[in-house]
T-cell receptor, first 114, second 115 residues
Framework: GENVEQHPSTLSVQEGDSAVIKCTYS??????FPWYKQELGKGPQLIID?????GEKKDQRIAVTLNKTAKHFSLHITETQPEDSAVYFC?????????????FGKGTHLIIQP | DTGVSQDPRHKITKRGQNVTFRCDPI?????LYWYRQTLGQGPEFLTY????????KSRLLSDRFSAERPKGSFSTLEIQRTEQGDSAMYLC?????????????FGPGTRLLVL
């Protein structure tokens, strides 16, 4: 089955600086990679996703890059703000394959220092 | 609110008791998923439905767990003879398969504590 590794487990950055979270996956058949933000006591909220036919996707201050050859993908947050503080999860799945459950990384606790 | 809803939000029970959780997906989403999340971990897939058919079960779903989606709308997850190891957040998600927009949207979760 799929295995997703996520690093770092905790990331502390100054407000206004950039944050980068990295994930690797094991199953080359995976073709969809969403990122979720989870605040305390809430369910995960999708913030951006990327499909395997593109290498990069941006949405305002958030971007995701994908390297299929190396089987890794990264989340980039620029101009960080206090409200970006949360736990971020990457995930992978082979859409259209036999198992349609997402495989998640263990999460990154992002702390924005004022 | 047109998002995924779950009920109850919190449940405390004693070991050996049965519990049932409910999930109402986004209207017209034909896929519904259950995940379990323990402290400090990412969600782990348990099972999913396409309409009323249960199509996939993780090996995490022991015989004490059963899920239903009788009319292809809301779903229930029942845990029989609860154990302390069942303490976790149970998350429900829904998606619209076949439209090219298969993003999974999560509910707020039901936090279970087994004493």
């Amino acid at each position: 089955g799929e295995n997703v590794e996520q690093h770092p487990s905790t990331l502390s950055v100054q407000e206004g600086d950039s944050a980068v979270i990295k994930c690797t996956y094991s199953d080359s058949a995976s073709n969809y990679f969403p990122w979720y933000k989870q605040e305390l006591g809430k369910g995960p909220q999708l913030i951006i996703d990327i499909r395997s036919n593109v290498g990069e996707k941006k949405d305002q201050r958030i971007a995701v890059t994908l390297n299929k050859t190396a089987k890794h993908f990264s989340l980039h947050i620029t101009e960080t703000q206090p409200e970006d503080s949360a736990v971020y999860f990457c995930a992978a799945i082979e859409r259209g394959g036999g198992a349609d459950g997402l495989t998640f990384g263990k999460g990154t606790h992002l702390i924005i220092q004022p | 609110d047109t998002g995924v809803s779950q009920d109850p939000r919190h449940k405390i029970t004693k070991r050996g008791q049965n519990v049932t959780f409910r999930c109402d997906p986004i209207s017209e989403h034909n896929r519904l998923y259950w995940y379990r999340q323990t402290l400090g971990q990412g969600p782990e897939f348990l099972t999913y439905f396409q309409n009323e058919a249960q199509l996939e079960k993780s090996r995490l779903l022991s015989d004490r767990f059963s899920a239903e989606r009788p009319k292809g709308s809301f779903s229930t997850l029942e845990i029989q003879r609860t154990e302390q190891g069942d303490s976790a957040m149970y998350l429900c998600a829904s998606s619209s398969a076949g439209t090219g927009q298969e993003t999974q949207y999560f509910g707020p979760g039901t936090r279970l504590l087994v004493l």
